[in-house]
């Protein structure tokens, strides 16, 4: 597993990087890996991110699981568990939340490590932003994927989503009508990224993308 040499710790807060500090040395790190936006600035440095996901594709998170994290965690942070069901614990510490979730689907790439902590790649930060995007597409989201768009074509990961959600059937003609809805994401504030990205050019970019995907699936058919 490689190490991230040059983690982008400017785009996350003091106190997020000291949660990350310390979950990677307790021993259930082992079990879990860093996702969503978090990973993603990271790795790419695109943005402030403000929150932590960590997903395990093995721990169910049952009782004494989630007992483990809250006990490993209480003498470093003040917080207060906001969820906590099997499947799901949810943390506030002081104003940021955390969470861990267990998430049966396989790790389709390499991970890298930061602080002991287990980062996904593109490709599944990619594949799991696609999900999210056609479940409810809030504008953050569309915003890291078009990052991640700009290493891995958006083709590969609706290519390789069956793999990753072997059970949704026709997943990138699901997620395809989604990327071009930003109804949600029209109510949302303004994100700042870095190098500087308008949401007039993110709504163009999939607007683009997928006439020109749909054409060549159609044409494929035909």
Do not use: C
Not at 89 to 106: K, N
């Amino acid at each position: 597993m490689a190490i991230l040499t040059q983690p982008h710790w400017e785009q996350v807060s003091p106190l997020l990087q000291e949660v990350i500090v310390q979950v990677g040395h307790q021993p259930f790190a082992k079990r879990f890996y860093l996702a969503g936006g978090t990973a993603l600035a990271l790795q790419l440095g695109h943005r402030v991110s403000v929150d932590l996901d960590f997903f395990s594709v093995n721990d169910e998170l049952l009782d004494e699981n989630r007992r483990e994290i809250v006990t490993a965690l209480r003498p470093y942070f003040s917080f207060q568990i906001v969820h906590d069901v099997v499947g799901s614990l949810l943390l506030d510490v002081q104003g940021t939340a955390v969470g861990f979730f267990g998430y049966g689907y396989p790790l389709l790439a390499e991970t890298t490590t930061v602080e002991g902590v287990a980062l996904a790649g593109l490709l599944d930060i990619g594949l799991m932003k696609l999900d999210a995007i056609a479940s409810r597409g809030v504008r953050k989201d569309f915003y890291d994927l078009y990052f991640i768009a700009q290493h891995l074509p958006l083709t590969e990961l609706l290519e390789r989503g069956q793999e990753k959600y072997p059970h949704t059937r026709d997943f990138g003609m699901m997620v395809l009508d989604s990327l071009v809805d930003f109804s949600v994401a029209e109510q949302q504030a303004a994100i700042e990224t870095s190098p500087p990205v308008s949401w007039e050019e993110i709504k163009n970019f999939y607007t683009e993308a997928a006439q020109a995907i749909g054409r060549n699936w159609f044409e494929d058919e035909s």
